[in-house]
């Protein structure tokens, strides 16, 4: 059967004829508003006692077959008005959720334009040991029960705007039944709707801003283009009588000689949704872009050769994944006009007139054992598109032998185009055991005062409070305790050292001749990030020697440019790695590319390795890439990374103190009965330390001489990004030779720098420090620390760090190896 069709536009023969006009002229319905209203939309007449016509979108991807890059644009550009609406902070705590069945891929391109929020699309396929969060009716639809099962039960549960996608806004009674069910579950003071088209009356429009008042919910309204639709009196009879008379002699697919299918196998990948039924991540989103480039050439080498004209065909609420693949052919096979639509259970009258939008229809039954039955599925405008070759995409639910039967899919597709190809994805549905292996949402991030002296605003601690737990225990007992049970650094912390007077006063001298020369390496590292990694950096600051720089970062990116960056510190463990489930809470909620992790210094580079191998195993194991392990330090005195502040080996007050220059924050822990496997890692708040607390000194005091610093962090960042800066390890190269020369052999007892010096003196059982012959006031705290333990310093000439702290040989066995373990003599 050899028909024109609408080829994508609203003229349904190139002639300027809309595809409104049948219609239009039987039963006197009227569209006004928009000039735009007549290319977005055609006409037609469906079997549904609830409303005669139909608005059928040629944007849509549904009925209408149409580019791709067409149809996912309208979405996402309605996405990009979105995120304008709501800025940047609301758009990030926004979750989209779209309508079934119409309306599951604009919902799903619409969180994409808007970003990284999570995306859940209702669906009318209850799927067994998933609980349903919500349900709604739409009162026009010819199937009217919504559900809403989103794997995880806490996506509907946040304060952030609810976006609401659909294909059209008739009445508003969909939007009203959706918020209000939502809205008495899901309490929340903002929701945005979203649609191609809004053809609401005045009346209506009236009603949806009373609704709003009465909840006490703001709720704004974005669509492509708006406008009413007039109806006649009496027009639903007359609808029905038209489709009465049209129905037995309208065109619906006539059968030829079915040929062959091939089936195409995507690779689709592991853990990857087939659509939003469940949700959607931004983790899943990173995945399936990077996965689509490799589907959509297997698509492309299994076409026929000379394909000019291909149909990639959805199937019902599978509208995404489709498209997807749709839009990478679209690009691969440039010559060839590739369209997009998808099956549904919607009747609706074929007419073959140009004036008319559905101009053929293909009838089959339905084949993914519906919860309602059995029943009738139809493919519009497909019969006499002249397509050479159709891409049917369905999931494996609906993979089934009713595809495969005679009066199947495949088989009416086969009699209407040479060549039939199959794509199958697979069906996405939560494992039952996944609730307890893995906990649906973890807890968000910590904040002062309730954990930790730093403002609210500066940071977020990803880890659990462990501040009721006794943990602590004397250095020399703490590492006999390591070296009689095998057991790990982290399991343990050492008693808070009690700074003296006299010490207390060094760390303020430091700070006072030292707070310039700092901020002028803020400034630097904050720059080279901003030019380097990202204009709006994700600050993740290794807790906790990280955590006063990344804050510091963030204080300097605000004053200097005024920007908001968010910050989050996170523990990570030598042996151990980095808290994977820290990495997954990002992940979630940020684009791990814009992911920065910030440390105070380098020793030798052993955190820089060992970021750099938790995260090659995270990507392994969780398939989530993006995140670089290039750490940006405000000192490198080991040339280990290529983003420094600075790298000479000097004094950073913030070294000279444990967690009273921190935020009052311990050392993470890592211990199996107190941090499980859905756990972020442990710290404990010393509250009780508040009267001894400079941490807000500490930082107040740089960021004073941020102004001061501006002239020469411009010319040392200008002459920083274009050196080579190409990591040496010489300062792995000098542990290694020290740890020879004094007979230690191993390099985990040695400690080079002045950070990780200090630490060795107020953590460890020191055995002598090794200090730069000539080496001045940056070594007052260390000698003073050395003199009350009774350490001995030792000058060195040509030492490349200004001191070294050598770990005492009597506690060997009890000191921390490469695995973070005992290490035995």
Not at 24 to 51: F, H, I, M, S, Y
Not at 264 to 288: I, K, N, Q, S, Y
Not at 536 to 548: E, H, M
């Amino acid at each position: 059967m050899d028909k024109a069709v609408n080829n994508g536009d609203n003229r349904a023969d190139g002639n300027g004829t809309w595809s409104g006009t049948w219609v239009a002229e039987r039963l006197g319905v009227e569209l006004a508003g928009d000039d735009t209203l007549a290319d977005l939309l055609g006409l037609a007449l469906r079997r549904n006692p609830k409303r005669a016509h139909l608005l059928v979108s040629n944007v849509l991807g549904k009925h209408v077959p149409q580019s791709p890059s067409v149809v996912y644009g309208s979405g996402f550009a309605l996405g990009r008005r979105v995120r304008e609406l709501l800025g940047d902070a609301g758009a990030s705590a926004a979750v989209v959720v779209g309508y079934a069945e119409t309306a599951t891929g604009l919902g799903h391109a619409v969180a994409d334009g808007l970003g990284h929020a999570p995306y859940l699309h209702s669906t009318r396929r209850p799927v067994p040991g998933v609980a349903q969060a919500g349900g709604f009716e739409e009162s026009h639809s010819h199937a009217t029960s919504h559900l809403l099962l989103p794997e995880d039960p806490e996506l509907l549960a946040g304060d952030g705007p609810l976006v609401l996608v659909d294909d059209e806004f008739s009445t508003g009674n969909t939007v009203l039944n959706t918020v209000r069910a939502l809205h008495e579950r899901y309490p929340r003071g903002r929701y945005v709707v979203v649609a191609l088209v809004d053809m609401r009356s005045p009346t209506d429009q009236d009603r949806l801003a009373e609704f709003a008042d009465e909840i006490g919910a703001r709720v704004d309204l974005v669509a492509t283009a708006q406008g009413t639709v007039r109806l006649p009196d009496g027009v639903l009879e007359k609808g029905r009588a038209l489709v009465a008379a049209h129905e037995q002699t309208g065109p619906v697919g006539a059968r030829g000689s079915a040929g062959a299918v091939t089936r195409v196998e995507l690779r689709w990948p592991a853990g990857v949704p087939d659509g939003g039924r469940h949700g959607f991540t931004a983790a899943h989103r990173r995945r399936l872009e990077a996965a689509l480039p490799a589907m959509g050439a297997r698509l492309a080498e299994t076409l026929p050769p000379g394909a000019r004209r291909v149909l990639v065909l959805g199937s019902e609420e599978l509208m995404y994944a489709p498209l997807r693949l749709a839009r990478e052919l679209e690009h691969l096979v440039p010559p060839a006009d590739i369209r997009f639509s998808t099956t549904t259970r919607s009747p609706v009258l074929a007419v073959d007139d140009p004036g008319y939008a559905i101009r053929t229809r293909l009838v089959f039954p339905a084949h993914d054992n519906p919860a309602d039955g059995p029943g009738e599925r139809y493919a519009y405008n497909v019969a006499g598109g002249g397509f050479d070759a159709v891409v049917a995409v369905v999931d494996s639910t609906a993979d089934t032998p009713a595809l495969h039967a005679p009066d199947g899919l495949l088989t009416q597709l086969a009699a209407h185009t040479p060549h039939v190809l199959l794509a199958v994805v697979p069906s996405y549905v939560p494992e039952a055991a996944h609730a307890s292996e893995r906990p649906a949402m973890l807890p968000e991030p910590l904040r002062g005062p309730a954990f930790s002296s730093y403002a609210p605003e500066e940071v977020g601690w990803l880890l659990q409070d462990l501040s009721d737990v006794t943990l602590e225990a004397p250095t020399e007992e703490r590492e006999e305790a390591i070296q009689s049970g095998g057991a790990h650094y982290a399991e343990s912390l050492p008693v808070e050292y009690q700074p003296s007077e006299q010490y207390q006063e060094l760390f303020h001298a430091a700070l006072e001749t030292s707070a310039a020369r700092i901020a002028h390496a803020v400034g630097v590292v904050t720059e080279t990030v901003l030019a380097e990694r990202s204009p709006r950096p994700v600050l993740v600051s290794l807790a906790r020697a990280g955590t006063p720089v990344g804050i510091l970062m963030r204080r300097w990116a605000q004053h200097r440019h005024g920007l908001d960056l968010p910050h989050y510190a996170v523990s990570i463990v030598r042996g151990r790695g980095i808290d994977a489930n820290a990495l997954r809470w990002l992940a979630a909620r940020h684009d791990p590319r814009d992911v920065v992790f910030v440390d105070g210094w380098t020793g030798k580079g052993a955190i820089t390795r060992e970021l750099a191998a938790a995260l090659r195993e995270f990507e392994e194991a969780e398939g989530v890439t993006g995140f670089d392990p290039e750490i940006a330090v405000l000192a490198d005195p080991g040339s280990c990374v290529r983003t420094y502040g600075t790298r000479e080996d000097y004094l950073i007050p913030s070294a000279c103190l444990n967690s009273t220059v921190s935020g009052l924050i311990s050392r993470t822990v890592l211990r199996a009965d107190l941090v499980g496997p859905n756990d972020f890692h442990g710290a404990k708040f010393y509250r009780e330390l508040a009267g001894a607390d400079v941490s807000t000194a500490f930082l107040d005091a740089v960021s004073a001489c941020f102004d001061e610093a501006v002239d020469a962090v411009d010319a040392a960042v200008k002459e920083l990004l274009a050196a080579d800066r190409t990591p040496t390890w010489e300062g792995w190269a000098a542990v290694e030779r020290i740890s020879e020369e004094y007979g230690i052999h191993d390099v985990n007892l040695v400690k080079p720098g002045v950070g990780e010096t200090t630490r060795v003196l107020l953590r460890r059982v020191p055995w002598k420090i090794l200090a730069r012959a000539g080496a001045g006031p940056d070594l007052d705290h260390v000698r003073l620390l050395a003199e009350q333990r009774g350490v001995p310093v030792e000058e060195v000439a040509e030492l490349p760090y200004t001191c070294v702290g050598l770990i005492h040989p009597k506690y060997t066995r009890g000191a921390t190896g490469a695995d973070g373990r005992a290490v035995a003599v």
